[in-house]
């Protein structure tokens, strides 16, 4: 029998990736879009003939129950969310009920229509912020930095909950960061790779950025869906943690960066700019993914250099392509 899935942020990086693992599994794929006045769906447009796309929104439980009621699906993947971080201090309240509340909303649709779809909730390793143990496991605890990383803990905690309350097969992914060439301009691996890409065809002169020790335990995108993945494949529900297993630092990205691109030292193009400085830093990420790859048989296969080799690679292709 064909299974159906539904993905919630089927727009976004991650949904892309995932709509495209389930289509190769056979899946029946169906995407929830927010309603906009332009139809730009870039990341899905090679999909589109593929998958079925149904309008709802993570902020009105009427539209999120009538999505789930109509799609009936085995798997509910809840990607949907206000997902970069300096934008949840500007927006603090929204930030909330997108990413917080917006997960209690997709619970209570699929609680209400069948209890038995199994639910996938895209946790975060910002949720670990000010980090208590290194490195970051299932069981360390919480200690948010951001409006983001709060919201998030909400999301976690209350899939936990229904989990628990109304047995329901409810999973939560803890994924730390990751990344490929349809990661959003404004984080910062795509924001370096853009620019390097455009200061090697001579369109631009510097990069901006802000913090650059943090420190962050990359992967990449395709990877990480397989993750969510097998983690709705199990015998029984539970939480895991995404990660490599290794960190490195902003300037070490991009360091690399300027290097794959055949520009040597990154030293006289980037200025640091305090406009990119937040109010308050995650220094480290580091997870251990050892959970996963006992249980899922999961392991990351692009390594960071690789994946840096990648974005830099499609952005100088893509840069090339638009100024040709
Ligand atoms: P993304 O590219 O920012 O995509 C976010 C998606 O959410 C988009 O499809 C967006 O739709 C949709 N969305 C936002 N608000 C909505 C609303 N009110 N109703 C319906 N849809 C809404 O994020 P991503 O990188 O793919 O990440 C996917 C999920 O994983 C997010 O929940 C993120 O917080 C979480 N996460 C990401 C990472 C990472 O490193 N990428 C790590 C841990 C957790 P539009 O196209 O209409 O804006
Ligand atoms: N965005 C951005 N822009 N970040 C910068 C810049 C800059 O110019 N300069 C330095 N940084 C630093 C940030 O201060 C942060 O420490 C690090 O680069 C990574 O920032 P982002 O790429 O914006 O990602 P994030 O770690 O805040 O959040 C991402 O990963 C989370 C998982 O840990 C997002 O995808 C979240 O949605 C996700 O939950």
């Known amino acids: 029998m064909q299974k159906t899935a539904l993905i919630t942020g089927i727009t976004g990086q991650d949904g892309s990736y995932l709509a495209e693992l389930l289509l190769a599994q ?43 009621q109509t799609v009936r699906p085995d798997e509910v993947y809840n990607l949907a969310a206000q997902s970069f971080v300096p934008t949840s201090w500007d927006q603090p309240v929204l930030t909330g009920e997108f990413t917080a509340l917006g997960a209690t909303r ?91 890409a455009r200061i090697k065809l001579g369109l631009a002169k510097e990069l901006r950025l802000g913090n650059l020790d943090a420190k962050r335990d990359w992967g990449f ?44 030292s990154y030293e006289p193009y980037v200025v640091v700019d305090p406009r990119f400085v937040r109010p308050a830093e995650v220094d480290l990420l580091i997870g251990d993914p050892s959970k996963a790859k006992r249980e899922l048989g999961w392991e990351p296969e692009v390594s960071f250099e690789d994946l840096v080799a990648m974005m830099v690679a499609a952005d100088i292709d893509r840069v090339a392509a638009a100024h040709r």
């Open 26 to 68: 056979g899946y029946r794929v169906v995407g929830m879009t927010r309603r906009t006045s332009t139809d730009v769906h870039e990341r899905i447009q090679h999909l589109v003939e593929d998958i079925e796309i149904v309008s709802g929104d993570l902020l009105d439980q009427t539209s999120m129950t009538k999505v789930v």
């Open 106 to 196: 997709v619970l209570e649709a699929v609680r209400a229509v069948d209890p038995a779809i199994r639910f996938y909730q895209a946790s975060s390793s910002e949720m670990f912020g000010k980090v208590t143990e290194v490195p970051q496991r299932e069981t360390t605890s919480f200690y948010p930095r951001s409006p983001y990383g709060v919201a998030k803990v909400y999301g976690h905690w209350i899939t936990v909950n229904y989990r628990e309350s109304y047995d329901m097969y409810a999973c939560s992914g803890i994924l730390f960061n990751h990344e490929s060439p349809r990661r959003g301009k404004e984080f910062v691996t795509r924001k370096i790779t853009d620019g390097v």
């Open 221 to 264: 995108a395709g990877d990480y869906v397989r993750a969510m993945w097998l983690m709705l494949q199990q015998g029984h529900p539970d939480d895991y943690v995404i990660a490599t297993g290794r960190t490195h630092k902003v300037s070490d990205f991009v360091r690399i960066a300027f290097e794959a691109a055949g520009l040597g």
